[in-house]
Nanobody, 124 residues
């Protein structure tokens, strides 16, 4: 049974930093492209960052580039999202996701497995 468990969310002031983690089990983690998405109530799930299977390549949209960093540890089956200089508009539920494809994709429907999400709330 595949499980993805996110942790690290919370409430903090704008300008602060937060690190999210996602632990995977029930699959061979190194076979999967890994990504983070986020979602606000009533909105579509938004791509935040992705990392290739062997960490050779990372991808992120301009909205978070330079502020968010995605890393992974295949030995521990974990993926992390370091978020710095957080803005109030970064307030979302954050999800980790895995995609069993060598091509790194940025749209949510392409991903095979999802965590339950962790809430990140920024106060101004």
């Amino acid at each position: 049974q595949v499980q993805l468990v996110e942790s690290g969310g919370g409430l903090l002031q704008a300008g602060g930093s937060l690190s999210l983690s996602c632990a995977a089990s029930g699959l061979t983690f190194s076979w999967y492209t890994t990504a983070w998405f986020r979602q606000a109530p009533g909105k579509e799930r938004e791509f935040v960052a992705a990392i290739s299977r062997s960490s050779d390549n990372t991808y992120s949209p301009d909205s978070v580039k330079g502020r968010f960093t995605i890393t992974r540890d295949n030995a521990k089956s974990t993926v992390h999202l370091q978020m710095n200089s957080l803005h109030p508009e970064d307030t979302r539920v954050y999800y980790c996701a895995l995609d069993n494809d060598v091509v790194t994709r940025t749209t949510a429907p392409e991903y095979d497995y999802w965590g339950q999400g962790t809430q990140v709330t920024l106060s101004s």
